[in-house]
């Protein structure tokens, strides 16, 4: 049948007048419905599809539009699956887009809205609340690199209280303003004096302190790893010298270091007594030569810290 309008053409059951069963309703730029109809009405099961847009939908319809429960397939790339409501995404369902990244949980309005959990394509997963297609509220996230975020959220960014833990194995807790720490640790600061006399073989402590762009503390974290490494001052000897430079470690006569304090150092062997391992070369030697030469007492002190991908984790990106 061909209406007065001929843009639309119907085969199929009819009623009363009315197109009611099983049919078709072809339309002029070639699109077209396929499906139950009721007095008159797409109602029922069915399956559309535009031409504009190439997009297709199988599932419930009510008075001509998508509602209920059925699945939409993108031609862009991606589909949905899950409930609708006059043609959009509402209630519950699954969509992946066109970068093949899936989220499964509640929409709104055709955005992702309220309880939900997400996989990006570079691995990142969420779980937690959404608004208005955005990470905002309460949400756990699992960073590819196997660090966690748990906390809260505004804007798609970490924002207001939550903890990192980074893969390095550092933990920060406390207050975030679009998706960077409060009080964000910037430097490394070590206490004392930059240069220290250390009997050959014996013990010494270091004391580090996290700070801010202002020199105040950096509070709220723990867990950084730091490398500590030693060097005993350089010296060249005369060569009639009676005094072993290499004392310290003979079998280690590495290229001298370059340092920031105006001197040039050799590898320093050190040993922490919680990692339970041997005591270093330079201890046994301490009982032939209890203390360092006088002429090369200095032991330059330098220290970097050991963090995976960067200094300070900042904030997602997840997408």
Known sequence: YVYPNPFFRYDGEWRGG????????????????????????????GCRLWA????????????????????????????????????LREGHGH???????????SFHNNKRHGQGHMVFRNGDKYEGDWVQDQRQGHGVLFRADGSTYK?????????????????????YHGMWINGHP?????KIVILGPEVMDVA??????????????????????????????????YVQLPAYSE??????????RGT??????????????????????????AALESTRDPRLPTRDPELALASDMSRGQRAIPSGLAGE
């Open 18 to 45: 009315r197109t009611h069963g099983q049919g078709k309703l072809l339309f002029k730029d070639g699109s077209y419905y396929e499906g139950e109809f009721v007095d008159g009405e797409i109602t029922g099961e």
């Open 52 to 87: 504009s847009s190439g997009d297709t939908y199988s599932g419930q319809f009510v008075l001509g539009e998508p509602q209920g429960y059925g699945l939409m397939k993108y031609k862009a790339g991606g589909h949905y699956e899950g409930e609708l409501s006059h043609g």
């Open 95 to 105: 969509l992946v887009d066109q970068d093949g990244q899936a989220y499964w949980g």
């Open 151 to 171: 906390g809260q959220w505004h804007s798609d960014v970490f924002s207001g209280l939550g903890q990192l833990t980074h893969c390095s194995g550092a933990v």
């Open 182 to 186: 409060v009080a964000q640790a910037k």
């Open 200 to 233: 050959q073989g014996s013990s010494f402590t270091v004391s580090v302190q996290l700070q801010q762009d202002s020199g105040e503390v950096a509070e709220g974290e723990d867990g950084r790893v730091l490398k500590i490494s030693a060097g005993v001052r």
């Open 243 to 252: 005094v072993s430079f290499f004392n310290v470690d003979k079998d280690d």
């Open 256 to 281: 001298p270091i370059q340092t920031p304090f105006g001197f040039d150092c050799v590898a320093y062997p050190l040993w922490s007594p919680k990692s339970g391992g041997q005591e270093p070369r």
